[in-house]
């Protein structure tokens, strides 16, 4: 299976919002109720129900202005936080095509994902006692098309090929705009990735991580403290065996004749 | 649209002006964001606001709303002052070199007035021409004659200079500047930029003159009817040039013949009323053909009757007055229009003044209303609405449509082509497709004056109206779009010989070249005669292939004229036929095989044989137009509703608008009328109540008047809410946060609407004549029906009427803004 990269080329978003729309239409999820919160960005954020957002960033520049819309959704790490701190297996698994897909059918609602993503991407359900996130459209990928956003996308903005030809576009764009690939990180590699415009630092835009990474909590958690409790668990449990060839069963008490009165 | 979306791509400047096309027409975006990436095309954009366009445009100035004149006669003085024009394009291909009677007086000498003016009409006598004996313009094609058309460009723009362009305008000149520089810096032949514009261009009291403006701007850089040029109306709805093509409006007929006159009550006077004449034997003068045109149309409606004859089948309107939009509401108030079909239509929530409207819709005896949804209009007497329904006596019929990918039939896009759409699922329930409903309507009529007689029945009951096909269910008569495509192309209604060759009775007409004068072909649109042959309904293309590569696909569906993709493009190329630009050339001539290649050229011949604009009657670009009625140069003139004096001269507006608040004055009318139609104008005390300048916009989550995406959930999630954004400046000094409630009022609406503010930097004030003005602007998109309602933003604007065409004012107004105290 060939691994894939969505490319968001923000030198060419205007922020129609066809994305947007166009997740909520094939991952077939309802419209919320929103309110009005001062800006174009609504909803105001991610949810269970949104798995696409465009967000809108007005930063002074001087006697000018730049008004950033930023398509955010997950951004499908190669190591992915979320797979790494899920105790329920199948419930998030990082695919070969590098698309991070949940089933909801595994997942327990444990909420260990939420804290752990770089991204704040998964978001969870009270409702459903589950989390839910964008797939990168696996359903369609693995069918020879393109995630829905990529297709609804006017602009050129958004585009998804193999992860090469992808890695080498988004060298040779950035280069042309003289803008930066965010997060081309050698230390933690996406399989989204954003041409930055060189007018733009990462650190203005709302819910950007400049640094991504594995949060150490959860590699110690996962590396060296749940090995450990694994050997804990083991010696309870060879513990008691022995306890039993030693010992024998555990035999009931007789019962002790309490009963009195005469 | 002169060129094509696609040709975007080939332009090496485009600017956006009165347009949010990033919003507004997001597909565009593909070819501004591939001319930027293939050939490094520099795009810029000129709002009164910060818009998604502007965040994403190379360079970005801003003027205030109502003053497009002044900033772009300050380009067309830029260009002419710096020898910043296609020299050989001006003087072969536009009229710069025609010598005008020297009794035209302009603006420069009559302070801001053209010479004929009579009260509120010109006289035009003196916008004309020095003739010679052939009835051919004289022309000085050095350019240097006082009296030529250049040197008279020149002296009226030289007063629009960059200090006093930026005071009208409230810009910054040293960002004019760069737009200036970069802008005029396609005059070099290979070179083309493109304007792209809507409804912020032409919804004005200058609408008209505003296009003029570009035109000048584009005739004199020489990039009309090159790749990447053109000026480009971007049109709001997918089949608005299908609309105007088929004369979905009063003062034309199919093809932009013109509706007749009652002063014309022969058919002979209204041909040669309608045909001009030109002894020019290189001016194609392609309206000559006008009489073969009309004939043609008239016996595709009447096959039976003679072109004299059915001409008297024809209404006639009374010269001199206006039946657009404005009118209508006017007259429906006044109790003179008592039935009214809206179909597809809103307005109660899209008219100007739309709480007048909806007064004035309580007057109907009957109101039919066709659209997908209940719209505002078909709702105007419910409670929602803010009146009694008891109160109300008009019979509302709604009827229920099939949407477009419901019914078969063709659209016309933007850049002309001609696109044939199929069937892809019934419509729900009662609903039924326009076709049919219009059909319907045609035989119950014709079968009432059947039974019942009625005064004047012949053109009725002889109208020819045989669309319904072999083998459908003949009681519904369901007409077959397939046939009235056919009917629209033209067939020969006899056997006829031309130039030898004989065409049978039946056959469809192959071009419009081919129509004919004495009633032996009809054809119900002369444009679109060619469109389909005896063995090919050509909207149906689907060919994509481009062998040129420069994006015409000749066989993909099918563009008018005779398919031609960019028009005017005999302009391309110099006098010997070559391109201008060599890499990217729309025709190019093959001295060898002694025809032309590439696009289907503008008129025949060898190069040099024919004027390029062959529509117009010299055949040459008009940068000086006599056919306008508010003057032959675009001239800048303060919105009605304004803050300011016009720094140009002493004319405050111009002369020859339609005021509605004048001509109700002194009537005897009904007084919502006179509330619906007031004015705010410059002197009078209200202008210090309505301090702020206002103006009305789109976004991309919503359309036009919403009846189609306010029912949308995930539509109405984007945009839930009717809001007014403003500057920060602006929300300090009326102490209004973000988010707040506010109330907007007009002085046709002082209890005003409400809607949530949106304080943003990317409105900033304007600094105009030393004053501080400000701008707010608010979506027009809310009612009261639907998943999401909002306030109309209609209710406050105002009626007056361009002097061209009557297209209304909904850009720049004044109001007042308060912050609603709970």
């Known amino acids: 299976m060939t691994e894939y990269i969505k490319l968001i080329d923000l030198t060419k978003c205007t922020g129609c919002r066809a994305c947007q729309v166009a997740c909520k239409n094939w991952n077939d999820l309802p419209a919320e109720s929103t309110g009005f919160t001062g800006s174009l960005q609504n909803p105001a954020d991610l949810s269970y129900n949104t798995w696409c957002l465009i967000r809108f960033d007005e930063i002074q520049n001087g006697s000018g202005m730049n008004w950033v819309m930023r398509h955010d959704a997950c951004m499908h790490c190669e190591w992915p936080a979320c797979v790494k701190a899920c105790p329920s297996p199948g419930a998030l698994v990082r695919t070969d095509t590098g698309a991070v897909v949940h089933d909801p059918n595994f997942c327990i609602g444990c909420k260990a994902c939420t804290a752990a993503c770089p991204f704040d991407i998964p978001r969870y359900s009270a409702e459903q006692e589950k989390i839910a996130k964008c797939t990168l459209c696996y359903d369609r990928i693995t069918d020879g098309r393109k995630p829905a956003c990529v297709t609804a996308c006017p602009t050129g903005c958004l585009t998804f090929g193999p992860k090469a030809e992808m890695l080498a576009k988004a060298d040779a764009r950035a280069a042309e705009v003289q803008g930066v690939v965010y997060p081309r990180n050698p230390k933690y590699q996406t399989n989204v990735l954003y041409i930055m415009p060189k007018a733009i630092d990462v650190a203005q835009l709302q819910h950007t991580n400049p640094n991504p990474k594995m949060p150490t909590t959860i590699l110690w958690w996962k590396n060296l403290f749940k090995p450990f409790t694994l050997i804990g668990m083991g010696a309870v449990a060879g513990a008691a065996m022995l306890h039993y060839m030693v010992r024998g069963p555990h035999e009931p008490h007789e019962p002790e004749n309490k009963e009195g009165g005469e | 649209m002169t060129n094509h979306w696609n040709d975007i791509q080939h332009a090496d400047v485009i600017m956006i002006l009165g347009s949010n096309a990033a919003e507004n027409h997001p597909i565009s975006f593909k070819y501004v964001n591939l001319a930027r990436e293939k050939r490094g095309a520099k795009l810029i954009n000129v709002d009164p606001r910060f818009t998604r366009t502007s965040a994403t445009a190379d360079k970005y100035a801003r003027l205030r709303s109502g003053t497009d004149i002044a900033f772009v006669g300050g380009m067309i003085n830029y260009a002419l002052q710096n020898g910043r024009i296609q020299k050989d394009y001006v003087v072969n291909y536009t009229n710069a070199a025609f010598l005008v009677n020297p009794d035209f007086k302009g603006p420069v000498d009559l302070d801001g007035v053209y010479s004929g003016l009579s009260g509120d009409k010109y006289d035009k006598a003196t916008w004309s021409y020095q003739l010679d004996e052939n009835g051919v313009p004289e022309k000085d094609t050095t350019l240097q004659d006082p009296n030529c058309v250049f040197q008279l460009l020149k002296k009226h723009y030289a007063r629009y200079d960059m200090e006093t362009v930026c005071k009208i305008t409230g810009g910054d000149s040293k960002e004019y500047e760069d737009i200036y520089d970069l802008y005029t810096s396609t005059c070099r032949p290979e070179k083309s930029a493109t304007i792209m514009y809507a409804m912020g261009t032409t919804q004005h009291t200058y609408g008209s003159q505003n296009v003029r403006a570009f035109s000048v701007l584009q005739l004199l850089l020489g990039n009309i009817g090159v790749a990447g040029g053109g000026i480009n109306a971007l049109r709001g709805e997918s089949n608005v040039k299908g609309s105007t093509d088929h004369a979905a409006l009063f003062h034309i007929l199919p093809g932009y013949l013109q509706a007749p006159k009652a002063s014309q009550q022969t058919y002979q006077k209204y041909v040669d009323d309608s045909t001009p004449k030109n002894s020019d034997p290189k001016s194609v003068n392609w309206w000559g053909n006008y009489p073969k045109y009309a004939a043609s149309l008239l016996k595709a409606w009447w096959r039976d009757a003679d072109p004299e004859k059915s001409y008297d089948y024809i209404g006639k309107y009374d010269d001199g007055v206006n039946y657009s939009t404005i009118p209508i509401i006017e007259q429906m108030a006044s109790g003179k229009i008592n039935g009214l079909f809206c179909w597809g239509q809103n307005p109660a929530v899209g008219c100007p003044s739309s709480r007048l409207v909806r007064r004035a819709l309580a007057k109907l005896d009957w109101l039919v209303a066709i659209d997908l949804w209940e719209t505002e209009t078909a709702a105007f007497w419910q409670p929602e609405a803010g009146v009694d329904p008891a109160a109300i006596k008009t019979e509302v019929f709604l009827l229920?449509?099939?949407?477009?990918?419901?019914?078969?039939?063709?659209?016309?896009?933007?850049?002309?082509?001609?696109?044939?759409?199929?069937?892809?699922?019934?419509?729900?329930?009662?609903?039924?497709?326009?076709?049919?409903?219009?059909?319907?309507?045609?035989?119950?009529?014709?079968?009432?004056?059947?039974?019942?007689?009625?005064?004047?029945?012949?053109?009725?009951?002889?109208?020819?109206?045989?669309?319904?096909?072999?083998?459908?269910?003949?009681?519904?008569?369901?007409?077959?779009?397939?046939?009235?495509?056919?009917?629209?192309?033209?067939?020969?209604?006899?056997?006829?010989?031309?130039?030898?060759?004989?065409?049978?009775?039946?056959?469809?007409?192959?071009?419009?070249?081919?129509?004919?004068?004495?009633?032996?072909?009809?054809?119900?649109?002369?444009?679109?005669?060619?469109?389909?042959?005896?063995?090919?309904?050509?909207?149906?293309?689907?060919?994509?292939?481009?062998?040129?590569?420069?994006?015409?696909?000749?066989?993909?569906?099918?563009?008018?004229?005779?398919?031609?993709?960019?028009?005017?493009?005999?302009?391309?190329?110099?006098?010997?036929?070559?391109?201008?630009?060599?890499?990217?050339?729309?025709?190019?001539?093959?001295?060898?095989?002694?025809?032309?290649?590439?696009?289907?050229?503008?008129?025949?011949?060898?190069?040099?044989?024919?004027?390029?604009?062959?529509?117009?009657?010299?055949?040459?670009?008009?940068?000086?137009?006599?056919?306008?009625?508010?003057?032959?140069?675009?001239?800048?003139?303060?919105?009605?509703?304004?803050?300011?004096?016009?720094?140009?001269?002493?004319?405050?507006?111009?002369?020859?608008?339609?005021?509605?608040?004048?001509?109700?004055?002194?009537?005897?009318?009904?007084?919502?009328?006179?509330?619906?139609?007031?004015?705010?104008?410059?002197?009078?005390?209200?202008?210090?109540?309505?301090?702020?300048?206002?103006?009305?916009?789109?976004?991309?989550?919503?359309?036009?008047?919403?009846?189609?995406?306010?029912?949308?959930?995930?539509?109405?999630?984007?945009?839930?809410?009717?809001?007014?954004?403003?500057?920060?400046?602006?929300?300090?000094?009326?102490?209004?946060?973000?988010?707040?409630?506010?109330?907007?009022?007009?002085?046709?609406?002082?209890?005003?609407?409400?809607?949530?503010?949106?304080?943003?930097?990317?409105?900033?004030?304007?600094?105009?004549?030393?004053?501080?003005?400000?701008?707010?602007?608010?979506?027009?998109?809310?009612?009261?029906?639907?998943?999401?309602?909002?306030?109309?933003?209609?209710?406050?604007?105002?009626?007056?009427?361009?002097?061209?065409?009557?297209?209304?004012?909904?850009?720049?107004?004044?109001?007042?803004?308060?912050?609603?105290?709970?």
């Open chain 2, 400 to 822: 229920p449509a099939a949407a477009s990918m419901e019914k078969e039939g063709s659209i016309s896009n933007s850049g002309r082509w001609a696109q044939w759409r199929w069937k892809a699922t019934e419509p729900p329930g009662d609903a039924r497709d326009d076709l049919y409903i219009m059909s319907e309507l045609v035989h119950r009529v014709k079968h009432l004056y059947e039974k019942e007689g009625g005064a004047f029945s012949e053109p009725i009951l002889k109208l020819s109206w045989d669309y319904a096909k072999a083998g459908m269910d003949s009681s519904s008569h369901h007409p077959d779009p397939r046939e009235v495509a056919k009917e629209i192309n033209g067939f020969f209604l006899k056997d006829v010989e031309i130039k030898g060759t004989v065409y049978k009775a039946g056959q469809m007409v192959p071009s419009f070249a081919l129509l004919q004068a004495d009633g032996s072909t009809c054809s119900g649109n002369w444009l679109y005669c060619n469109s389909v042959t005896d063995t090919e309904n050509r909207l149906m293309r689907r060919d994509n292939s481009d062998p040129t590569g420069l994006g015409f696909y000749h066989n993909w569906a099918w563009c008018w004229p005779v398919n031609r993709r960019i028009i005017y493009n005999r302009a391309s190329v110099d006098l010997s036929g070559k391109p201008w630009a060599k890499d990217k050339p729309v025709i190019w001539w093959d001295g060898l095989k002694k025809t032309w290649l590439g696009d289907v050229p503008d008129g025949g011949g060898a190069p040099g044989a024919v004027h390029p604009f062959i529509m117009v009657n010299h055949g040459y670009g008009q940068l000086f137009s006599p056919g306008m009625t508010d003057g032959p140069f675009p001239e800048h003139y303060e919105p009605l509703e304004s803050q300011v004096p016009n720094l140009l001269s002493k004319q405050q507006e111009s002369p020859v608008i339609t005021r509605y608040d004048k001509a109700v004055q002194g009537k005897v009318c009904d007084p919502m009328l006179v509330e619906g139609a007031a004015a705010c104008v410059f002197g009078s005390p209200d202008k210090d109540r309505f301090p702020i300048y206002c103006t009305t916009y789109r976004v991309t989550e919503h359309w036009q008047a919403g009846q189609m995406t306010r029912w949308l959930p995930w539509l109405g999630e984007l945009v839930p809410h009717m809001f007014v954004e403003m500057s920060e400046e602006l929300a300090k000094e009326k102490q209004i946060r973000n988010g707040e409630v506010v109330r907007i009022t007009s002085i046709r609406n002082q209890e005003g609407i409400l809607a949530h503010a949106m304080v943003t930097s990317r409105f900033r004030p304007f600094t105009v004549n030393d004053q501080t003005l400000h701008q707010v602007g608010m979506l027009w998109h809310f009612g009261y029906k639907g998943r999401v309602t909002g306030a109309i933003a209609n209710d406050l604007t105002p009626l007056v009427g361009d002097a061209n065409t009557m297209i209304p004012e909904y850009k720049a107004f004044l109001v007042n803004i308060e912050k609603v105290r709970r």
